[in-house]
């Protein structure tokens, strides 16, 4: 018989029977018989039981299936998956509540549905790689093997950005920062910080450079003809604080390049007659083109995080009181920012315990609260609430978060 042990002074509570297990894991391969890499079938998938009995297969998918609450005129994940233009999907929420699984198994789910996918990781703590159980570092598109349609992750590595420009800035006396930031979309940037000492502003880099980096990424999926055949985007978003700056960000530069342009407006005007004497008039035009590009580009992606037809922002929770406030809290600034929201996964919920493991008990009970939390929230109240059962296994590969895709995304 399987266990699953909590604490030591709790560790007779919980129990998965072997039987309830075996069942669970034949359905699941007799519905995908060829996903499962061979040394897979030796694993086995388990919902947390509290009871000790075994019980009969109708039970068990019971337990299996997540609980979707109906909010007003959402639909289920079949709207997910229609049309082929594309959409994005930023998941979002506190750490460790399972952002990061959510993510990669709708990746998965969308690949396997037939849209062409990318997910890309914007936390610096990056854990894709663990989660597709897969090196997926670099900072460049990695296919991730096994789903039926194309799948590629990307971990934006701000750190390793951050040292690629740093040591380009030292070894080329600065020519190759340039380069390197056009390459990243942000080249005009370097003009405007030409005259700042790049070294020392790398040394402490400045809050709001690693959402940079990704707002460079996200510019690049909408004009590089790279990123063209992804029909769908899910983006595994950092925890909420940097969420909310990669958010605003468009807004803060699109702000401070407007304030830059009026500027050389106004320096330009005082000094054109002098300047295109000596013939500079022209590369000041050029810059200030460029500039006004950016600025387009930075719109552009607050359009698109703003577009409720291409773009869902969904909120990863687990049922604690903290995670709920902070949740609510998250809902509440993406309102602000009239970022479209519509779902909320509620993770890791235990099952009804048929035991009397008190540990277990208090914790559904105290779960439970966390949930009743969320119906009363006035910011969480209007959105479809799905809740995902607790596994006790860790969900790593795709043979496993397809298996998790399937109970979240339906
Ligand atoms: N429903 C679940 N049942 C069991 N374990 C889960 C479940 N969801 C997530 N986990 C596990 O919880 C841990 C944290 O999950 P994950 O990395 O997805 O969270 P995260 O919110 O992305 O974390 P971070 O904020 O650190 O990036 C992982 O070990 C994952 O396997």
Redesign the pocket.
């Given at each position: 018989m399987g266990s699953f042990c909590l604490p030591s002074t709790f560790s007779s509570c919980i129990r998965s029977s072997a039987a309830t297990n075996s069942i669970a894991m034949a359905a699941f391969l007799s519905h995908h018989p060829k996903i499962l890499p061979r040394p897979f079938f030796s694993r086995t998938f388990r919902f947390i039981s509290l009871s000790t009995s075994t019980k009969p297969p109708r039970k068990l998918f019971q337990a299996v299936r997540s609980v979707a609450t109906p909010a007003e005129g959402v639909a289920g994940f079949e709207s997910m998956i229609s049309g082929t233009e594309r959409k994005y999907y930023l998941l979002g929420?506190?750490?460790?509540?399972?952002?990061?699984?959510?993510?990669?198994a709708l990746a998965v789910k969308f690949a396997n549905s037939g849209h062409p996918t990318l997910v890309v990781s914007t936390?610096p703590?990056h854990?894709l790689s663990?989660?597709f159980a897969q090196d997926l570092t670099g900072g460049t598109l990695v296919p991730v093997e096994g789903p039926d349609s194309p799948l590629f992750a990307l971990e934006i590595n701000p750190e390793k950005a951050r040292e690629e420009f740093r040591s380009t800035a030292q070894k080329n006396g600065g020519t190759g920062v340039k380069d390197f930031m056009d390459g990243m979309g942000l080249g005009m940037l370097v003009d405007q910080l030409g005259e700042l000492k790049l070294g020392e502003l790398l040394d402490t880099p400045p809050p709001g450079l690693d959402e940079a980096i990704a707002i460079a990424k996200v510019i690049q999926f909408l004009e590089s003809p790279e990123y063209n055949m992804f029909t769908r985007i899910v983006f595994?978003t950092?925890?909420t604080g940097h969420t909310l700056r990669l958010l605003s960000l468009p807004d803060f530069l699109d702000a401070s390049i407007g304030k830059i342009l009026k500027l050389r407006q106004k320096i330009a005007s005082a000094t054109s007659a002098i300047k295109s004497v000596f013939g500079q008039e022209e590369k000041r035009q050029d810059a200030a083109d460029k500039l006004e590009r950016l600025r387009e580009r930075m719109v552009k992606v607050r359009e698109l995080f703003r577009d409720k037809e291409s773009t869902e922002f969904v909120i990863?929770t687990i049922p604690t009181v903290m995670a709920v406030n902070e949740s609510s809290r998250l809902h509440a600034s993406l309102k602000k920012e009239s970022v479209p929201v519509k779902r909320l996964i509620v993770?890791?919920i235990l099952p009804p315990s048929a035991s009397d493991c008190k540990f277990c008990a208090m914790k559904r009970k105290d779960q439970l609260r966390a949930l009743d939390l969320i119906r009363n929230d006035p910011e969480l109240s209007s959105l479809l609430v799905i809740e995902?059962?607790?596994?006790?296994?860790?969900?790593?590969g795709v043979p496993a978060l397809k298996f998790?895709g399937d109970i979240i995304w339906k």
């Open positions: 929420g506190k750490g460790g509540v399972g952002k990061t699984s959510s993510a990669a936390d703590a854990s663990d989660s595994d950092a925890p990863v993770n890791q995902a059962p607790l596994v006790d296994v860790e969900i790593r998790l």
